[in-house]
């Protein structure tokens, strides 16, 4: 059965999208089967992986409000390689109708219970809130995975998110645990920087990643190309240090 995680943080721009996209890409690279849900009105990871968001025929709005099939509803990202489920303006219509459906919280998960068997990694992209469509995303994920700066107001919102993930646990979803906090736009110049990772490193230990995330030119490129960046510049900074990032994933899960 395929592992899904959920990538996020209430926190926007901290490179959630970016990780999703180029995470999910990284991981195709190594010969895995990846589907990728864009669980975020503003469509970015859709537009970020080549598909024009107000071109779809189906969204996610589909899977979650008309219980369409995710397989009738997915596309293949052709620059990416991967399967991905696409979002739109429509997805914030869903937020408020599922508040009117019985076993809202569990939308997605029953959506994914056929579908784990076909690929082995599903990533989620969930919105900058922690609202009902991230809800839906922890209560179907066994895994989460936190991109976050290495600033004094990341460790802030840190402690919100985690207070979230615990009562998901407790109340909804037990399989759930944290995969790892992904440092990220990580300049090593920058003392704040450092302190920051120091703190995360001691409080957190081996659930940070060792993988860092630079700030790279190239990376902030692809979306607007609509690639991921290893389409993009294979040999750049953030290509590479997103391939390192799904070896580090695919290592610690043969543990």
Known sequence: MGRVIAVTNQKGGVGKTTTCVNLA???????????????????NATMGSGIDKNAVERSLYD???????????????????????PSNADVT???????????KEFRLRDALAIERAEYDYIMIDCPPSLNM???NALTASQGVIIPMQCEYYALEGLSALLETISQIQEVL????EIDGLL????????????DV??????????????????????LAEAPSHGMPVMAYDKQSKGALSYLALAGEMLRRSDQ
């Open 173 to 176: 979803n037990p399989k759930l």
């Open 183 to 194: 440092r990220t736009m990580y300049d090593p110049r920058n003392s704040l920087t450092n």
């Open 25 to 43: 890409a990284s991981l195709v690279a190594t010969k895995k089967k990846v589907l990728l849900i864009d669980l975020d009105p503003q469509g």
């Open 93 to 103: 219509a869903a937020e408020v109708e599922l508040l009117a459906i019985e076993g």
């Open 197 to 218: 990772s120091k703190q995360l490193t001691e409080y957190f230990g081996d659930k940070v990643y060792r993988t860092v995330i630079p700030r790279n030119v190239r």
């Open 63 to 85: 899977v979650l409000v008309h219980d369409v099939p995710i397989a009738e509803v997915s596309v293949h990202a052709e620059n990416c390689g991967y399967d991905m489920i």
């Open 133 to 135: 469509l991230t809800v």
